[in-house]
């Protein structure tokens, strides 16, 4: 995994944050008692969850050091803790009643896998709550891997890999019902209207290029932002004031309705 930038991942923290709350909007409340957060990055979103249930244990969980250390600044909560955990085979420690995962799952391989065992560790009645980004044809992303598949930059970085991992939304229907859970299912696209000097590659700065930015030196990283930035500015020209960059998530809330099997 990249070395994150907790700084860089929050310069746009509004617009980062919308779709965590409209995800966390849709998720039933009733008897909630334990809740964890995959993918917690800087904590400052999973601290608000011990506002919504107050009764609860809260745990955020990331595998980023860089992104612990940043949430082991906020405010202490006795409800609330961060812990070091890889979402793949990460286990708490008593059945969950909520499971959120914002903005994570999609860097997780082998979903057919990760989510059935997601499932498996929610309480009876419990829920899953998921969102993704669901943007992975668009012009941040293709210019990417069109580039990482040229010469200069195989020799440094070697072949292309598999970076994300997000199913059809046919797919996790299919898979949550086969689950037993009932499924809510939706895509948002988000106009977001981002203000400052190509301001789409510096919110891509503080996601999808982390992997190969942190792999390069200095002089190498200025000179594929130089590449990337001006296939950037030519895909999403800026306006006068700003620059419009469409964004689609896919998300999903899962009800369980078998026992636990803990």
Known sequence: MPTWDPHQYQRFS??????FFDLVGRVPDDSVRTVADLGCGPGNLTSTLVLRWPEASVVGVDNSPEMLASAA????HPHLRFVAGDIATWQPEQP???LISNAALQWVPDHPTLIPRLVNV???HGVLAVQMPYNFDEPTHTVLEELLTQEQWVRILGPRKQQYFVQTPAWYADTLHGL????????????HVLKGPNAVVEWVKGTALRPTLSRLNEVQQQE???????????????????TLFPFSRLF???RRHTVATY
């Open 14 to 19: 509004d617009e980062r944050s919308r779709p």
């Open 73 to 76: 600044k906020l405010s202490p």
């Open 96 to 98: 969950l009643d909520r």
């Open 122 to 124: 929610l309480a009876p």
């Open 180 to 191: 037993n859970c009932t499924v809510d299912l939706w895509e948002t696209v988000y106009y």
């Open 224 to 242: 594929f932002l130089t590449s990337y930035g001006e296939r950037m500015r030519a895909a999403y020209p800026p306006g006068s004031h700003s």
């Open 252 to 254: 999903f809330v899962a």
